[in-house]
């Protein structure tokens, strides 16, 4: 079992950054890959980027490629969302969870925080 909590979320104006946590419970934490996905009203929630187990393989969507930096630190249980150039279009919950896959799909991750609101204003 896998607990996640986000944090980090908040308002931003546009052009700025937030940097997004996932503090994880469990002693298995690493052997897990991470993902963040995010879901704005009235959407289906969507892929945003992953992290291999060990932090060598990084994956990210085509919209915050460039923007976005996925990254953990084993030792302290916990994934992080750097976003910069932050664009209305990202305004979202944003969620982390956790999958023995190093995966893009949302069926395959078996573990999810209770996500972070992220606001930006143009």
């Known amino acids: 079992q896998v607990q996640l909590v986000e944090s980090g979320g908040g308002l931003v104006q546009a052009g700025g950054s937030l940097r997004l946590s996932c503090a994880a419970s469990g002693r298995t934490f690493s052997s897990y890959t991470m993902g963040w996905f995010r879901q704005a009203p009235g959407k289906e929630r969507e892929f945003v980027a992953a992290i291999s187990w060990s932090g060598g393989n990084t994956y990210y969507a085509d919209s915050v490629k460039g923007r976005f930096t996925i990254s953990r630190d084993n030792a302290k249980n916990t994934v992080y969302l750097q976003m910069n150039s932050l664009k209305p279009e990202d305004t979202a919950v944003y969620y982390c969870?956790?999958?023995?896959?190093?995966?893009?799909?949302?069926?395959?991750?078996?573990?999810w925080g209770q996500g972070t609101q992220v606001t930006v204003s143009s």
């Open positions: 969870a956790a999958s023995n896959l190093f995966t893009i799909a949302t069926f395959e991750y078996d573990y």
